[in-house]
């Protein structure tokens, strides 16, 4: 009996790029057949399968070379970041490594795309994913609802600004756990918006 595959995501986690050592690609090398492709997604992802019965085996591998792995399907997508060009601590990697700690690989209804970009010229496209951070000097504007392709496509509406850390990652979790539990099966961001309403939920995400 032929054994299940299961896809997993792979990177490096968030940093100045997407950047991968030769150790890394070595041990992904380990799982592609000759003739196998690694397929790169727009969200610095590299999607790989295993044997359901390797998984485990196999994540812990990665892991062990410096590897992140996530679960593909209706979960939360790893944070899509900038470059951060103007340095960690400038442009808040220490606060995008938290967030996407706290958030990447929740089960939502539908597959749920998170950009952070350390600045407002906003490189890491914060503007057309559902749930976008940009961080302004010292602190974070939390942008909603943006959708990159479609005829409905559309930007951002700004949710809540002058956060602080704490601030954004309970607020980021918050809206994350509404989604969760009043979105409908395979039901986009973009539609449990407008079906909730922006400020119902904004009622319901107060930071104590």
């Not at 690609?25 to 610095?44: N, S």
């Not at 340095?87 to 597959?111: C, F, H, Q, R, Y």
């Not at 559309?154 to 607020?171: M, R």
Request: hydrophobic fraction near 35%; charge should be neutral; charged fraction near 30%.
């Amino acid at each position: 009996m032929k054994e299940n595959k299961i896809k997993i995501a792979v990177n490096g986690g968030v940093g100045f790029g997407a950047k991968l050592n030769a150790k890394q690609l070595i041990t992904l090398a380990k799982y592609l057949g000759e003739e196998e492709e690694l397929e790169l997604t727009v969200f610095q992802q590299l999607y790989i399968e295993v044997e359901e019965h390797q998984l485990e085996e196999t994540v812990k591998e990665l892991e062990g070379v410096g590897l992140k792995c996530y679960p593909v399907g209706n979960f939360v997508k790893s944070l899509r970041t900038c470059n951060f060009c103007k340095g960690a601590v400038e442009e808040g990697m220490p606060t995008a490594t938290k967030l996407n700690d706290l958030i990447a690989g929740k089960p939502v209804p539908s597959t749920l795309r998170v950009a952070y970009t350390g600045c407002p010229i906003a490189c890491g496209e914060p503007l057309i994913n559902d749930i976008g951070v940009i961080k302004r000097k010292n602190t974070f504007e939390l942008y909603l609802g943006g959708k990159a392709k479609g005829i409905d496509a559309k930007t951002g509406l700004l949710f809540k600004e002058n956060l602080s850390e704490k601030e954004l990652l309970e607020s980021v979790q918050k809206v994350i756990s509404l989604y969760e539990k009043n979105g409908k099966k395979r039901e986009v961001f973009s539609k449990f918006l407008d079906r909730y309403g922006i400020d119902n939920l904004k009622e319901q995400i107060v930071i104590e």
